[in-house]
């Protein structure tokens, strides 16, 4: 900010962003708000202006809500999504500054030192931005000062615009409240008849500090313009994007590989820089007909390594249409993770590079969701003691710990001929007499009670490991409540 200029703040405070983001995608008539679980009860977060006119506010618990209100509609709170819904938010309003930062969990401050006749003056600035957030279905509240506190204390608690050096004037009438302290300290200022920022204002210092702390005046200062605050706006994430436009057009695949390897090189060194690790690369190849191709890979880990991820650009790159030539190629990650740096240790394992790598390059023919593995899951029941998930988006686990071995073929129980707790000396099964060599056992399971399972509803269960002397090595289990032989499993 250049000497001499007039410092302006202005405050946007939006007291129904929660409810306005949902209501924007699902529009809805009548009474509507968000709830929140807050110690074991469900609370109203967030209410429309028609919940408001019948009653209700924040932090009613919702029985007693839907008691005042029957025709109340409610939804849960997203408390992720309403922050980066104002991260949007303050992308927009960069539009009238560059110095734009977050004000709470629901507002946004701006210095608009400078840049308020570029609108036509303030109150032309901030007549667009109610008209652009009132079409986008927004309520907001404003307030404009030559302070940070100022500006706060107008949005919340009088909406109004504060004259250059005019500080005390306009927050005179305001209560302490505004002046951002706690509720505890306004209460206590409000017992000493200093309901009005302008009372305060004109009460004795010492006696002040000494009963409240330095956090008052500071606070009263700061809004006054006695104190200096800073506005400290957000940086922007960092983009993971290179460019590079050739002289000549080129269409040969090993000249558009040079290409990307040198985009490759750039980009990854972007991302050791801050640690990160690419999971998605889309390479954009236009043409100089002004058509685009784009390919895109996607990894089983994330990589910043440009001689790993080379080749596997190779058979998507080979299928390009380079028409009558490309002249300009572009490399993105467009989806990132964190890749911390490792030691260097010689006890790296260099098979699951591998196997990563051949992971990707099988992704890139079948797709990444195809590629799955087993993973152990908590359960004692054989169908529950595993899941399927995808190899790129997990990490392989330890065995199963099961006390007992449990076969690696595991099939639907398929009954065989026999009686008696005891394993049969001799049973059919899948058209073969087989004859019991060996049996240990047994392993009784029970159903687990709090899940429907009809396969299990017979009851307990008691598992054998049958060794014949054909050859084969079964699982078998005899059901007590409903006598019946099964087999289920075959180890190798």
């Given at each position: 900010?250049?000497?001499?200029?007039?410092?302006?703040?202005?405050?946007?405070?939006?007291?129904?962003?929660?409810?306005?983001?949902?209501?924007?995608?699902?529009?809805?008539?009548?009474?509507?708000?968000?709830t929140?679980?807050?110690?074991?009860?469900?609370?109203?977060?967030?209410?429309?202006?028609?919940?408001?006119?019948?009653?209700?506010?924040?932090?009613m618990?919702?029985?007693?809500?839907?008691?005042?209100?029957?025709?109340?509609?409610?939804?849960?709170?997203?408390?992720?999504?309403?922050?980066?819904?104002?991260?949007?938010?303050?992308?927009?309003?960069?539009?009238?500054?560059?110095?734009?930062?977050?004000?709470?969990?629901?507002g946004?401050?701006?210095d608009?030192?400078?840049?308020?006749?570029?609108f036509?003056?303030?109150?032309?600035?901030?007549?667009?931005m109610?008209?652009?957030?009132?079409?986008?279905?927004?309520?907001?509240?404003?307030?404009l000062?030559?302070?940070?506190?100022?500006a706060?204390?107008?949005?919340?608690?009088?909406e109004?615009v504060?004259?250059?050096?005019?500080?005390?004037?306009?927050?005179?009438?305001?209560?302490?409240?505004?002046?951002r302290?706690?509720e505890k300290?306004s209460?206590?200022?409000?017992?000493?008849?200093?309901?009005?920022?302008?009372?305060?204002?004109?009460?004795?210092?010492?006696?002040?500090?000494r009963?409240?702390g330095?956090?008052v005046?500071?606070?009263?200062?700061?809004?006054?313009?006695?104190?200096?605050?800073e506005?400290?706006?957000?940086?922007?994430?960092?983009?993971?994007g290179?460019?590079?436009?050739l002289?000549?057009?080129?269409?040969?695949v090993?000249?558009?590989?040079?290409?990307?390897?040198?985009?490759?090189?750039?980009?990854?060194?972007?991302?050791?820089?801050?640690?990160m690790?690419?999971r998605?690369?889309?390479?954009?190849?236009r043409?100089?007909?002004?058509?685009?191709?784009?390919?895109?890979l996607?990894?089983?880990?994330?990589?910043?390594?440009?001689?790993?991820?080379?080749?596997?650009?190779?058979?998507?790159?080979?299928?390009?249409?380079?028409?009558?030539?490309?002249?300009?190629?572009?490399?993105?990650?467009?989806q990132?993770?964190?890749?911390p740096?490792?030691?260097?240790s010689?006890?790296?394992?260099?098979?699951?590079?591998?196997l990563?790598?051949?992971?990707?390059?099988?992704?890139?023919?079948i797709?990444?969701?195809?590629?799955?593995?087993?993973?152990?899951?908590?359960?004692h029941?054989?169908?529950?003691?595993?899941?399927?998930?995808?190899?790129?988006?997990?990490?392989?686990?330890?065995?199963?710990?099961?006390?007992?071995?449990?076969?690696?073929?595991?099939f639907?129980?398929?009954?065989?001929?026999?009686?008696?707790?005891?394993?049969?000396?001799?049973?059919?099964?899948?058209?073969?007499?087989?004859?019991?060599g060996?049996?240990?056992?047994?392993?009784?399971?029970?159903?687990e009670?709090?899940?429907?399972?009809?396969?299990?509803r017979?009851?307990?269960?008691?598992?054998w490991?049958?060794?014949?002397?054909?050859?084969?090595?079964?699982?078998?289990?005899?059901?007590?409540?409903?006598?019946?032989?099964?087999?289920?499993?075959?180890f190798?």
């Amino acid at each position: 900010m250049f000497d001499g200029m007039q410092r302006r703040v202005v405050s946007l405070w939006f007291p129904r962003l929660a409810s306005n983001r949902v209501l924007r995608r699902y529009p809805l008539d009548g009474p509507f708000a968000l709830t929140i679980k807050q110690n074991n009860a469900n609370r109203l977060y967030c209410l429309n202006a028609e919940a408001t006119q019948q009653g209700l506010h924040q932090g009613m618990p919702y029985s007693d809500a839907r008691a005042f209100c029957p025709d109340l509609q409610t939804a849960p709170a997203d408390l992720p999504q309403d922050q980066r819904f104002l991260q949007i938010l303050r992308r927009w309003a960069m539009r009238y500054c560059p110095w734009v930062g977050l004000e709470g969990q629901d507002g946004l401050v701006l210095d608009v030192s400078g840049s308020a006749h570029i609108f036509g003056g303030e109150e032309g600035m901030l007549c667009d931005m109610r008209a652009r957030l009132m079409r986008a279905g927004l309520s907001v509240q404003i307030g404009l000062a030559d302070t940070r506190g100022a500006a706060w204390a107008l949005a919340h608690h009088g909406e109004g615009v504060a004259s250059p050096g005019e500080m005390l004037p306009a927050l005179q009438t305001l209560p302490v409240v505004a002046l951002r302290l706690d509720e505890k300290t306004s209460v206590a200022l409000a017992w000493l008849g200093l309901r009005k920022i302008g009372d305060l204002a004109a009460a004795p210092r010492a006696p002040l500090t000494r009963r409240f702390g330095p956090d008052v005046l500071m606070r009263l200062d700061q809004a006054l313009g006695q104190q200096p605050e800073e506005i400290m706006p957000l940086a922007d994430p960092p983009h993971y994007g290179v460019r590079m436009t050739l002289p000549d057009p080129i269409g040969l695949v090993s000249d558009v590989m040079a290409g990307t390897e040198r985009l490759l090189i750039q980009l990854c060194a972007k991302l050791k820089a801050q640690e990160m690790g690419a999971r998605v690369l889309a390479v954009t190849l236009r043409r100089v007909d002004q058509d685009q191709q784009e390919v895109e890979l996607r990894l089983a880990r994330p990589l910043r390594d440009p001689h790993r991820i080379l080749p596997l650009f190779e058979r998507g790159l080979a299928g390009v249409d380079a028409g009558f030539g490309i002249d300009q190629l572009r490399l993105e990650a467009t989806q990132v993770e964190a890749l911390p740096v490792r030691q260097i240790s010689h006890t790296l394992e260099r098979g699951k590079d591998q196997l990563d790598d051949l992971i990707s390059r099988l992704g890139t023919r079948i797709g990444l969701e195809n590629i799955q593995r087993f993973l152990p899951a908590d359960s004692h029941i054989p169908e529950r003691s595993f899941i399927i998930a995808p190899a790129a988006y997990c990490e392989p686990q330890s065995g199963w710990a099961s006390p007992n071995p449990r076969p690696l073929c595991l099939f639907p129980p398929e009954p065989i001929a026999a009686s008696g707790p005891h394993p049969p000396e001799r049973f059919r099964w899948r058209r073969m007499f087989l004859t019991t060599g060996r049996a240990t056992g047994p392993e009784r399971i029970a159903p687990e009670w709090w899940l429907e399972d009809d396969s299990w509803r017979s009851g307990l269960r008691d598992y054998w490991r049958v060794d014949t002397i054909q050859g084969r090595r079964l699982w078998l289990f005899y059901t007590p409540q409903n006598p019946g032989w099964f087999v289920q499993g075959e180890f190798p």
